[in-house]
C-alpha cells in the first residue's frame, strides 16, 4: 500500500479552507465594499438580504482555516501570526463591526446611515487585510530561531498594498456578480454594471501581482519562467484570460447565473498561482509544511475530528443556500 | 506559573514582539463594549414605549392561552376580573 502523507492532506485541507473562505466570505464581503454604491431602500435591502441567510455559516471556514493553521502546522502559525497581528486584529474588528450592521441597521432609522457605514467600512477593512495578510507572508517574513524575527511593521509595503487592493477589487466582482444572480430590478441592472467596472479591475490587478511578484524574490521567478515548470505555470494565466472572455460575454448578455460561477473559477485559478508559487513552503523559503507539521499522532487525530465536522459543515452549508435560493426579494427575514 | 504544567514557564514563550499585540487586543474589549451597549440599548428602547393606539390585549374568547402569558394565564388575559376567569374549555371557547 502506498504510504499516505497526511501533512500533505492536512495542507489539502487547509487550502481548501481557505479558499472556501474567501469565495465565499468574499462575495458577502464585496456586497459590503459595493453597499454605498446602492441607493438607500430597495435596493440596499435586497443586496443585504441576499446574503443575510448564509454571511455567518461563510465565516465557519475563516475559523476552519485559522484552528486548523494552529493545529497542523504550529511552527507556520507561531511564525506567521506575529508577523501579521495588526493586521489579523484589524480584519476580526472588520468583521463585528460589519456582522452587527446586519441587525443593528433595522432598528433606527435615524442610525441607518451609521450602521451601513459600519458595514462598508468593515468590509472593506477586513478584505484589505486578508490581502495584505497574503501579501506580507508572499514577501517574505524573516524567521530566526523558529520565531518571528522582523520588526513591527514589516507588513507595510506597496507590495502588500497592492494585494490587499487586488483582493478588494477580486471581492466587489464576487459580490456584484452574486447581486446579478440573486436581485432584480434596479439593483440588479446596477450590479451589471458594477460587475463589469470590477471585473475590469480584478484582471488589472491579478495582472499588476502576477508581474509584481516573479521579480520580488528569484525563486518565484524560477518557479514561473524555467522549464519544464513553465509549460504547466503558464496554463494558470491562460485559463484566466479564457475565463475571464467567457465572464464579460456572460455580462454583456446579461446571463444571470454563469457570472458568479465564472468569477469563482477565476479565483480558483488565483489560488492555483498561488500554489505555483508557495508549494511545498507555508513560509516562503523559509518553513515547508513538513518542517511546520504537527507531530503525526496529532495530526491522526485531527484528521478524525475534521473528517466528522467537514461533511457536517458543508452539509449545512449546502441546505442553507439551497433553502434561500432564488431571487432574494425585499422582505428578508429581519 | 506554568504554561504546560512541569515544561514551560509564563515568561518562557513570551517574546519581545509579543507585547504590542498584546496591547492592540485592549481594541476588542472596547469594541465589545461598544456593540454590546449598542445593542442593549436597541433591545430595551422598545420597553419604554407605550404600545402602538388599537393595539389589544388578550380578551375572553380568544382560543387558548396566549403563550407569553406563562403558565397562569389568567391574570394576564383578564387582568382584574377573577370571576370570569373561564374554568373550563367548554366555557373559554
Known amino acids: ?334 | 506559573m506554568w504554561v504546560v504544567y512541569g515544561l514551560l514557564r509564563t515568561a518562557g514563550p513570551l517574546r519581545r514582539s509579543m507585547r504590542p499585540p498584546g496591547g492592540l487586543a485592549v481594541a476588542f474589549v472596547l469594541v465589545y463594549f461598544a456593540v454590546f451597549s449598542a445593542g442593549t440599548w436597541y433591545s430595551l428602547k422598545p420597553d419604554g414605549q407605550a404600545p402602538p393606539a388599537g393595539e389589544l390585549g388578550a380578551k375572553r374568547g380568544d382560543t387558548g392561552p396566549i403563550r407569553t402569558a406563562g403558565i397562569t394565564p389568567g391574570p394576564t388575559q383578564n387582568p382584574g376580573d377573577p370571576d370570569v376567569l373561564p374554568t373550563s374549555r367548554e366555557e373559554a371557547e
Do not use: C
Open chain 1, 1 to 334: 500500500m502506498m504510504e499516505i502523507d497526511l501533512t500533505v492532506i492536512w495542507a489539502a485541507i487547509i487550502a481548501f479552507g481557505v479558499f472556501a473562505y474567501v469565495v465565499m466570505d468574499g462575495f458577502d464581503l464585496g456586497i459590503g465594499i459595493l453597499f454605498p454604491t446602492f441607493a438607500v431602500g430597495d435596493e440596499r435591502d435586497q443586496a443585504m438580504n441576499s446574503i443575510a441567510p448564509v454571511w455567518d455559516g461563510n465565516e465557519t471556514w475563516l475559523v476552519l482555516g485559522g484552528g486548523g493553521l494552529f493545529a497542523a502546522f504550529p511552527l507556520a502559525y507561531a511564525i506567521i501570526l506575529p508577523a501579521t497581528y495588526p493586521l489579523i486584529i484589524a480584519m476580526l474588528l472588520g468583521l463585528v463591526f460589519r456582522g452587527v450592521a446586519f441587525e443593528f441597521r433595522w432598528r433606527d432609522p435615524k442610525h441607518r446611515a451609521f450602521w451601513d457605514m459600519a458595514f462598508t467600512g468593515g468590509s472593506f477593512v477586513a478584505a484589505m487585510a486578508q490581502g495584505m495578510t497574503l501579501g506580507a507572508i508572499l514577501q517574505g517574513v524573516e524567521v530566526a530561531d523558529r520565531a518571528y524575527a522582523g520588526s513591527w511593521f514589516d507588513w507595510l509595503t506597496p507590495y502588500t498594498l497592492l494585494i490587499g487592493l487586488g483582493v478588494v477589487a477580486g471581492y466587489a466582482l464576487l459580490g456584484s456578480t452574486w447581486l446579478v444572480w440573486k436581485t432584480e430590478g434596479s439593483a440588479q441592472d446596477h450590479a451589471y454594471k458594477l460587475a463589469f467596472r470590477a471585473a475590469i479591475a480584478t484582471l488589472a490587478m491579478l495582472g499588476a501581482v502576477s508581474l509584481y511578484t516573479p521579480f520580488l524574490d528569484a525563486n518565484y521567478f524560477d518557479r514561473w519562467f524555467k522549464m519544464p515548470g513553465f509549460l504547466f505555470a503558464s496554463q494558470v494565466p491562460l485559463a484566466t484570460a479564457i475565463l475571464a472572455f467567457f465572464l464579460f460575454r456572460g455580462l454583456a448578455k446579461r446571463r444571470e447565473v454563469a457570472p458568479f460561477w465564472l468569477a469563482l473559477g477565476i479565483f480558483l485559478l488565483g489560488m492555483a498561482g498561488l500554489g505555483v508559487s508557495m508549494w511545498p513552503y507555508v513560509v516562503p523559503d523559509q518553513v515547508t509544511i513538513w518542517d511546520a507539521a504537527a507531530p503525526y499522532r496529532s495530526q491522526v487525530f485531527m484528521l478524525i475530528g475534521v473528517g466528522l465536522t467537514m461533511p457536517l459543515i458543508i452539509g449545512y452549508t449546502g441546505w442553507a443556500y439551497w433553502v434561500f435560493r432564488g431571487k432574494v426579494g425585499t422582505d428578508g427575514y429581519h
